[in-house]
């Protein structure tokens, strides 16, 4: 079982930065692949990024590909997303996401566990 409480969320302008934060419970965290998904109104909860138990491999979305960076730390227990040159259709709720396995990555009803998310608003 693990528990995964988001933080960072906020309102920026277009151009900003913000550091998404997700912290896990457990002691398995290291056991987990996390993702970071996003939901806007009216639209499908879409993948962002992944990273893999180790924090050795990564994937992102082409939507935000050289802009975010996901990152673990597993003595911490916690996951983030640092999302600079924001935009305005970045704005969205955000989940974090965990799952055993390193498969099937983008898509949100293969994982197990997941955050009650945090909402990033990006003004133009």
């Known amino acids: 079982q693990v528990q995964l409480v988001e933080s960072g969320g906020g309102l920026v302008q277009a151009g900003g930065s913000l550091r998404l934060s997700c912290a896990a419970s457990?002691?398995?965290?290291?056991?987990?692949?996390m993702g970071w998904f996003r939901q806007a109104p009216g639209k499908q909860r879409e993948f962002v990024a992944v990273?893999?138990?180790?924090?050795?491999?990564?994937i992102y979305a082409d939507s935000v590909k050289g802009r975010f960076t996901i990152s673990r730390d597993n003595a911490k227990n916690t996951v983030s997303l640092q999302m600079n040159s924001l935009k305005p259709e970045d704005t969205a709720v955000y989940y974090c996401?965990?799952?055993?396995?390193?498969?099937?990555?983008?898509?949100?009803?293969?994982?197990?566990?997941w955050g009650q998310g945090t909402q990033v608003t990006v003004s133009s």
């Open positions: 996401a965990a799952k055993p396995w390193y498969a099937s990555t983008a898509d949100p009803g293969s994982y197990n566990y």
């Open positions: 457990g002691r398995t965290f290291s056991s987990y692949v």
């Open positions: 990273i893999s138990r180790s924090g050795g491999a990564t």
